[in-house]
Protein backbone atom coordinates (compact mmCIF):
# COMPACT_ATOMS: atom_id res chain seq x y z
CA UNK A 1 0.00 0.00 0.00
CA UNK A 2 0.95 3.96 -0.85
CA UNK A 3 1.06 4.42 3.05
CA UNK A 4 2.93 1.72 4.08
CA UNK A 5 5.58 2.39 1.76
CA UNK A 6 5.93 6.10 2.38
CA UNK A 7 6.28 5.05 6.25
CA UNK A 8 8.65 2.19 4.88
CA UNK A 9 10.82 5.02 3.29
CA UNK A 10 10.72 7.47 5.94
CA UNK A 11 12.17 4.61 8.00
CA UNK A 12 14.75 4.01 5.86
CA UNK A 13 15.64 8.00 5.28
CA UNK A 14 15.79 7.82 9.41
CA UNK A 15 17.69 5.23 9.29
CA UNK A 16 20.69 6.28 7.15
CA UNK A 17 20.47 9.70 8.75
CA UNK A 18 20.92 8.09 11.92
CA UNK A 19 23.62 6.23 10.50
CA UNK A 20 25.66 8.91 8.86
CA UNK A 21 25.30 11.29 12.56
CA UNK A 22 26.67 8.40 14.73
CA UNK A 23 29.50 7.57 12.27
CA UNK A 24 30.37 11.01 11.45
CA UNK A 25 29.25 13.88 13.47
CA UNK A 26 28.64 12.14 17.07
CA UNK A 27 33.07 11.09 16.59
CA UNK A 28 33.89 14.76 15.80
CA UNK A 29 32.12 15.58 19.06
CA UNK A 30 34.01 13.00 20.99
CA UNK A 31 37.24 13.93 19.58
CA UNK A 32 36.18 17.73 20.49
CA UNK A 33 34.98 16.63 24.36
CA UNK A 34 38.66 15.05 24.59
CA UNK A 35 39.93 18.06 23.29
CA UNK A 36 38.43 20.25 26.27
CA UNK A 37 38.94 18.01 28.88
CA UNK A 38 42.81 16.54 28.24
CA UNK A 39 44.59 19.76 29.41
CA UNK A 40 42.74 19.95 32.86
CA UNK A 41 42.78 16.20 32.77
CA UNK A 42 46.75 16.77 33.64
CA UNK A 43 46.54 18.36 36.95
CA UNK A 44 45.70 15.93 39.00
CA UNK A 45 48.25 13.05 38.03
CA UNK A 46 50.79 15.47 37.74
CA UNK A 47 50.02 16.62 41.29
CA UNK A 48 52.34 14.74 43.36
CA UNK A 49 55.26 16.15 40.83
CA UNK A 50 53.75 19.68 40.78
CA UNK A 51 53.69 19.55 44.66
CA UNK A 52 57.64 18.01 45.13
CA UNK A 53 58.76 20.81 42.71
CA UNK A 54 57.19 24.05 44.60
CA UNK A 55 56.96 22.61 47.98
CA UNK A 56 53.57 22.59 48.28
CA UNK A 57 51.67 21.95 51.63
CA UNK A 58 47.82 19.76 51.02
CA UNK A 59 45.57 22.84 51.15
CA UNK A 60 47.99 24.34 48.36
CA UNK A 61 47.88 20.90 46.24
CA UNK A 62 44.08 21.31 46.63
CA UNK A 63 43.85 24.77 45.68
CA UNK A 64 45.52 24.08 42.33
CA UNK A 65 42.57 21.74 41.25
CA UNK A 66 40.19 23.87 42.81
CA UNK A 67 41.81 26.88 40.86
CA UNK A 68 40.45 25.13 37.77
CA UNK A 69 37.15 23.19 38.51
CA UNK A 70 35.66 26.44 40.77
CA UNK A 71 35.88 28.74 38.34
CA UNK A 72 34.90 26.12 35.56
CA UNK A 73 32.02 25.55 37.31
CA UNK A 74 31.02 29.03 37.95
CA UNK A 75 31.55 29.54 34.38
CA UNK A 76 28.80 27.28 33.43
CA UNK A 77 26.07 29.68 34.32
CA UNK A 78 26.88 32.53 32.08
CA UNK A 79 27.20 29.36 29.42
CA UNK A 80 24.27 29.04 27.58
CA UNK A 81 23.40 32.30 27.70
CA UNK A 82 26.78 33.46 26.17
CA UNK A 83 26.26 30.95 23.62
CA UNK A 84 22.46 32.47 22.83
CA UNK A 85 24.96 36.14 22.03
CA UNK A 86 27.91 34.73 20.21
CA UNK A 87 27.11 31.07 18.63
CA UNK A 88 27.55 27.97 20.36
CA UNK A 89 30.92 27.57 17.79
CA UNK A 90 32.53 30.46 19.77
CA UNK A 91 32.02 29.03 22.98
CA UNK A 92 33.16 25.51 21.87
CA UNK A 93 36.40 27.20 20.16
CA UNK A 94 36.85 29.06 24.04
CA UNK A 95 35.93 25.75 25.50
CA UNK A 96 39.26 23.81 23.31
CA UNK A 97 41.44 25.99 21.93
CA UNK A 98 41.05 28.81 24.85
CA UNK A 99 42.11 25.95 27.74
CA UNK A 100 44.98 25.18 25.11
CA UNK A 101 46.67 28.75 25.40
CA UNK A 102 46.26 28.68 29.18
CA UNK A 103 47.27 25.41 29.74
CA UNK A 104 50.84 26.10 27.59
CA UNK A 105 50.96 29.37 29.88
CA UNK A 106 50.66 27.22 32.67
CA UNK A 107 53.37 25.13 31.58
CA UNK A 108 55.61 27.98 30.75
CA UNK A 109 55.56 29.59 34.48
CA UNK A 110 57.90 28.48 37.68
CA UNK A 111 55.67 30.35 40.31
CA UNK A 112 52.52 29.39 42.31
CA UNK A 113 50.28 32.12 41.92
CA UNK A 114 50.71 33.00 38.03
CA UNK A 115 50.07 28.73 38.31
CA UNK A 116 46.71 29.48 40.16
CA UNK A 117 45.76 32.65 38.21
CA UNK A 118 46.10 30.34 34.86
CA UNK A 119 44.30 27.86 36.02
CA UNK A 120 41.23 30.22 36.97
CA UNK A 121 41.72 31.50 33.17
CA UNK A 122 41.52 28.21 31.97
CA UNK A 123 38.42 27.39 34.00
CA UNK A 124 36.38 30.58 32.65
CA UNK A 125 37.07 29.62 29.11
CA UNK A 126 36.07 26.21 29.49
CA UNK A 127 32.88 27.12 30.95
CA UNK A 128 30.63 27.90 27.73
CA UNK A 129 31.76 23.98 26.27
CA UNK A 130 29.06 21.36 28.00
CA UNK A 131 26.26 24.34 27.80
CA UNK A 132 26.83 24.30 23.67
CA UNK A 133 27.76 21.14 23.21
CA UNK A 134 25.53 18.75 24.54
CA UNK A 135 22.12 19.90 23.37
CA UNK A 136 23.83 20.28 19.70
CA UNK A 137 24.84 16.47 20.37
CA UNK A 138 21.22 15.86 21.30
CA UNK A 139 19.75 17.84 18.63
CA UNK A 140 21.88 15.77 16.00
CA UNK A 141 20.94 12.50 17.20
CA UNK A 142 16.68 13.27 18.04
CA UNK A 143 14.80 12.48 20.97
CA UNK A 144 14.73 8.72 20.59
CA UNK A 145 18.93 8.05 20.24
CA UNK A 146 19.35 10.94 22.82
CA UNK A 147 20.60 9.06 25.51
CA UNK A 148 23.11 6.93 23.79
CA UNK A 149 24.16 9.65 21.76
CA UNK A 150 25.24 11.68 24.60
CA UNK A 151 26.62 8.51 26.09
CA UNK A 152 29.04 7.94 23.25
CA UNK A 153 29.81 12.24 23.60
CA UNK A 154 30.74 11.49 26.89
CA UNK A 155 33.32 8.57 26.03
CA UNK A 156 35.37 11.82 24.92
CA UNK A 157 35.32 13.48 28.76
CA UNK A 158 36.06 10.08 30.18
CA UNK A 159 39.37 9.18 27.46
CA UNK A 160 40.49 12.36 28.57
CA UNK A 161 41.15 11.37 31.59
CA UNK A 162 42.04 7.89 30.82
CA UNK A 163 44.94 8.38 28.76
CA UNK A 164 46.40 11.90 30.52
CA UNK A 165 47.66 10.10 33.51
CA UNK A 166 49.52 7.53 31.17
CA UNK A 167 51.06 10.04 28.11
CA UNK A 168 51.21 12.95 31.07
CA UNK A 169 53.77 10.86 33.06
CA UNK A 170 55.92 9.03 30.48
CA UNK A 171 56.16 13.09 28.36
CA UNK A 172 57.21 13.90 32.19
CA UNK A 173 60.08 11.54 32.46
CA UNK A 174 61.64 13.13 29.59
CA UNK A 175 60.82 16.93 29.66
CA UNK A 176 59.39 17.60 33.27
CA UNK A 177 55.53 18.15 34.18
CA UNK A 178 55.97 21.24 32.52
CA UNK A 179 56.67 20.14 29.24
CA UNK A 180 53.25 17.74 29.74
CA UNK A 181 51.40 21.14 29.43
CA UNK A 182 53.61 22.66 26.75
CA UNK A 183 53.10 19.55 24.21
CA UNK A 184 49.51 18.51 24.68
CA UNK A 185 48.34 21.85 24.95
CA UNK A 186 49.91 22.63 21.33
CA UNK A 187 48.36 19.66 20.06
CA UNK A 188 44.79 20.40 21.88
CA UNK A 189 44.57 23.83 20.55
CA UNK A 190 45.21 23.12 16.76
CA UNK A 191 42.17 20.43 17.10
CA UNK A 192 40.13 23.44 18.75
CA UNK A 193 40.92 25.87 15.50
CA UNK A 194 39.46 22.33 13.16
CA UNK A 195 36.15 21.56 14.73
CA UNK A 196 35.19 25.65 15.01
CA UNK A 197 35.82 25.51 11.03
CA UNK A 198 33.99 22.82 10.31
CA UNK A 199 30.72 23.52 12.94
CA UNK A 200 30.85 26.69 10.99
CA UNK A 201 30.60 24.85 7.90
CA UNK A 202 27.85 22.73 9.75
CA UNK A 203 26.01 25.62 10.03
CA UNK A 204 26.73 25.94 13.76
CA UNK A 205 28.22 29.27 13.59
CA UNK A 206 24.99 30.80 15.71
CA UNK A 207 22.44 29.10 17.88
CA UNK A 208 20.94 26.31 16.08
CA UNK A 209 16.78 26.85 16.24
CA UNK A 210 15.58 23.97 14.74
CA UNK A 211 12.99 22.00 16.42
CA UNK A 212 14.91 18.32 17.84
CA UNK A 213 12.92 15.41 15.92
CA UNK A 214 10.49 13.60 18.39
CA UNK A 215 11.16 16.37 21.22
CA UNK A 216 7.68 17.07 22.97
CA UNK A 217 9.39 19.97 24.94
CA UNK A 218 10.90 21.80 21.82
CA UNK A 219 6.93 22.05 20.10
CA UNK A 220 5.49 23.66 23.14
CA UNK A 221 4.28 20.05 24.59
CA UNK A 222 4.43 18.72 28.23
CA UNK A 223 8.14 19.67 30.09
CA UNK A 224 8.43 18.65 34.24
CA UNK A 225 7.80 21.33 36.67
CA UNK A 226 11.24 22.83 37.79
CA UNK A 227 10.51 21.03 41.21
CA UNK A 228 10.77 17.41 39.79
CA UNK A 229 14.42 18.76 38.42
CA UNK A 230 16.06 20.18 41.68
CA UNK A 231 16.54 16.93 43.19
CA UNK A 232 18.22 14.87 40.36
CA UNK A 233 20.44 17.81 40.01
CA UNK A 234 21.15 17.97 43.40
CA UNK A 235 21.62 13.75 43.92
CA UNK A 236 23.65 13.70 40.64
CA UNK A 237 25.83 16.57 41.17
CA UNK A 238 26.39 15.36 44.55
CA UNK A 239 28.29 12.05 43.42
CA UNK A 240 30.21 14.16 41.09
CA UNK A 241 31.26 16.66 43.74
CA UNK A 242 32.19 13.86 46.23
CA UNK A 243 33.86 11.29 43.69
CA UNK A 244 35.92 14.23 42.19
CA UNK A 245 37.21 15.41 44.78
CA UNK A 246 38.05 12.21 46.47
CA UNK A 247 39.78 11.15 43.28
CA UNK A 248 41.88 14.35 43.01
CA UNK A 249 43.97 13.56 46.16
CA UNK A 250 43.96 9.69 45.29
CA UNK A 251 47.66 10.35 43.70
CA UNK A 252 49.19 12.05 47.06
CA UNK A 253 47.07 9.47 49.03
CA UNK A 254 48.77 6.46 47.31
CA UNK A 255 52.56 8.34 47.59
CA UNK A 256 52.27 9.17 51.09
CA UNK A 257 49.51 7.03 52.63
CA UNK A 258 50.01 3.58 50.85
CA UNK A 259 53.85 4.17 50.06
CA UNK A 260 53.14 3.88 46.08
CA UNK A 261 55.68 5.39 43.60
CA UNK A 262 54.69 8.69 41.85
CA UNK A 263 54.60 6.73 38.45
CA UNK A 264 51.75 4.02 39.79
CA UNK A 265 49.56 6.83 41.79
CA UNK A 266 49.30 8.46 38.30
CA UNK A 267 48.65 5.46 36.51
CA UNK A 268 46.21 4.03 38.58
CA UNK A 269 43.99 6.75 38.28
CA UNK A 270 43.98 5.48 34.52
CA UNK A 271 41.61 2.61 36.07
CA UNK A 272 38.69 5.00 37.69
CA UNK A 273 38.45 6.74 34.09
CA UNK A 274 38.29 3.76 32.09
CA UNK A 275 34.90 2.94 33.23
CA UNK A 276 33.72 5.76 31.41
CA UNK A 277 34.61 4.41 27.84
CA UNK A 278 32.04 1.37 28.55
CA UNK A 279 29.98 2.90 31.48
CA UNK A 280 28.61 5.94 29.83
CA UNK A 281 27.26 4.66 26.77
CA UNK A 282 25.88 1.38 28.22
CA UNK A 283 24.16 3.99 31.28
CA UNK A 284 22.92 5.77 28.12
CA UNK A 285 21.53 3.10 26.33
CA UNK A 286 19.89 1.87 29.25
CA UNK A 287 18.52 5.16 29.98
CA UNK A 288 16.40 4.73 26.68
CA UNK A 289 14.58 2.10 28.04
CA UNK A 290 14.19 1.63 31.24
CA UNK A 291 14.03 5.79 32.65
CA UNK A 292 16.73 8.38 33.98
CA UNK A 293 15.83 8.15 37.54
CA UNK A 294 16.77 4.58 38.02
CA UNK A 295 20.34 4.78 36.50
CA UNK A 296 20.98 8.43 38.35
CA UNK A 297 19.84 6.86 42.13
CA UNK A 298 21.87 3.64 41.23
CA UNK A 299 25.04 6.10 40.74
CA UNK A 300 24.12 7.88 43.91
CA UNK A 301 23.67 4.57 46.21
CA UNK A 302 27.25 3.27 45.55
CA UNK A 303 28.86 6.61 45.85
CA UNK A 304 29.26 6.93 49.63
CA UNK A 305 30.33 3.06 50.42
CA UNK A 306 33.12 3.73 47.84
CA UNK A 307 34.38 6.79 48.94
CA UNK A 308 34.32 5.16 53.03
CA UNK A 309 36.04 1.69 51.35
CA UNK A 310 39.10 4.26 50.52
CA UNK A 311 40.46 3.90 54.21
CA UNK A 312 40.08 0.44 53.99
CA UNK A 313 41.97 -0.75 51.28
CA UNK A 314 45.58 -1.35 50.35
CA UNK A 315 47.75 -1.20 47.46
CA UNK A 316 46.41 -3.83 45.35
CA UNK A 317 43.44 -5.21 43.92
CA UNK A 318 41.05 -3.29 46.90
CA UNK A 319 42.16 0.15 45.55
CA UNK A 320 41.64 -0.82 41.76
CA UNK A 321 38.24 -2.21 42.20
CA UNK A 322 37.35 1.16 44.23
CA UNK A 323 38.64 2.92 41.33
CA UNK A 324 36.87 0.86 39.06
CA UNK A 325 33.28 1.66 40.45
CA UNK A 326 34.11 4.91 40.91
CA UNK A 327 34.36 5.53 37.45
CA UNK A 328 31.26 3.96 37.39
CA UNK A 329 29.60 5.67 39.42
CA UNK A 330 30.95 9.22 38.07
CA UNK A 331 30.22 8.22 34.41
CA UNK A 332 26.89 6.72 34.70
CA UNK A 333 25.95 9.66 35.75
CA UNK A 334 26.44 12.37 33.66
CA UNK A 335 24.87 11.72 30.17
CA UNK A 336 22.06 10.37 31.61
CA UNK A 337 21.87 13.29 33.70
CA UNK A 338 21.97 15.41 30.80
CA UNK A 339 19.24 13.34 28.82
CA UNK A 340 16.91 13.81 31.70
CA UNK A 341 17.28 17.53 31.75
CA UNK A 342 17.46 18.12 28.42
CA UNK A 343 14.75 15.79 27.68
CA UNK A 344 12.18 17.76 30.65
CA UNK A 345 12.97 21.13 29.82
CA UNK A 346 11.33 23.38 27.44
CA UNK A 347 13.74 25.32 24.79
CA UNK A 348 13.85 28.94 26.49
CA UNK A 349 14.73 27.73 30.18
CA UNK A 350 17.19 24.75 28.88
CA UNK A 351 20.30 26.35 29.00
CA UNK A 352 19.80 27.94 32.27
CA UNK A 353 18.17 24.33 33.76
CA UNK A 354 21.99 22.72 32.02
CA UNK A 355 24.22 25.90 33.42
CA UNK A 356 22.50 25.39 36.91
CA UNK A 357 23.29 21.45 37.13
CA UNK A 358 26.98 21.92 35.11
CA UNK A 359 27.79 24.99 37.85
CA UNK A 360 27.01 22.23 40.54
CA UNK A 361 28.45 19.57 39.06
CA UNK A 362 31.78 21.13 37.60
CA UNK A 363 31.89 23.57 40.09
CA UNK A 364 31.27 21.71 42.95
CA UNK A 365 33.99 19.34 42.91
CA UNK A 366 36.24 22.77 43.18
CA UNK A 367 35.40 23.82 46.20
CA UNK A 368 34.96 20.02 48.15
CA UNK A 369 38.79 19.22 46.47
CA UNK A 370 39.70 22.76 48.66
CA UNK A 371 37.85 21.74 51.78
CA UNK A 372 39.24 18.09 51.55
CA UNK A 373 42.94 19.10 51.31
CA UNK A 374 42.30 21.15 54.85
CA UNK A 375 40.70 18.76 56.11
CA UNK A 376 43.56 16.13 55.31
CA UNK A 377 46.02 18.97 56.66
CA UNK A 378 44.40 18.84 59.89
CA UNK A 379 42.83 15.56 60.71
CA UNK A 380 43.90 13.13 57.66
CA UNK A 381 42.71 11.36 55.35
CA UNK A 382 40.57 8.78 57.28
CA UNK A 383 39.13 11.61 58.90
CA UNK A 384 38.22 13.55 55.81
CA UNK A 385 37.18 10.84 53.47
CA UNK A 386 34.39 9.77 56.14
CA UNK A 387 32.98 12.84 56.73
CA UNK A 388 33.00 13.10 52.75
CA UNK A 389 31.40 9.52 52.90
CA UNK A 390 28.77 10.37 55.44
CA UNK A 391 27.72 13.77 53.98
CA UNK A 392 26.94 11.61 50.32
CA UNK A 393 24.73 9.64 52.45
CA UNK A 394 22.58 11.95 53.65
CA UNK A 395 22.39 13.85 50.12
CA UNK A 396 21.59 10.57 48.67
CA UNK A 397 18.34 9.68 51.25
CA UNK A 398 17.07 13.20 51.31
CA UNK A 399 16.81 13.47 47.62
CA UNK A 400 15.86 9.73 47.53
CA UNK A 401 12.79 10.63 49.48
CA UNK A 402 11.79 13.90 47.35
CA UNK A 403 12.22 11.88 44.00
CA UNK A 404 9.88 9.73 45.32
CA UNK A 405 7.52 12.15 45.98
CA UNK A 406 7.92 13.63 42.99
CA UNK A 407 6.41 10.79 40.77
CA UNK A 408 8.71 7.88 41.49
CA UNK A 409 11.63 6.50 39.76
CA UNK A 410 10.46 5.79 35.98
CA UNK A 411 10.87 8.77 33.90
Request: overall charge positive.
Amino acid sequence: MPVNEDKRGCDSKDRVNARSVFLITIPLFVLAHLSHHLVPALITPLLPMIRDSLSLSYTRAGLLVSGFTITYGVAQLPGGWLGDIFGYSTLILAGISGVAVFGLLFGLTASYIPLLLFLVLMGISGGGYHPSASPLVSQAAGERLRGRALGIHQIGGTASYFIAPLIAVGIARVFGWRGSFILLSSLVFLYGILFYTLLRRWGYGGVDRRETPGDETDRGGRTRPLAKCIPVIIVSSSVQIFVSSSVSFLPLYIVDSLSGSKETAAALLSVSHSAGLWAGPLAGFASDRVGKKPIILFTAAISAPLVFLLNHVSLGAGIVAVLLFFGVAQYMSMPVTEAYLIGGTSRKNRSTVLGVYYFLSRGGPGLSTALLGWLIDRRGFAFAFNLAALIMGAVFTVCTVLIAKNGGWRE
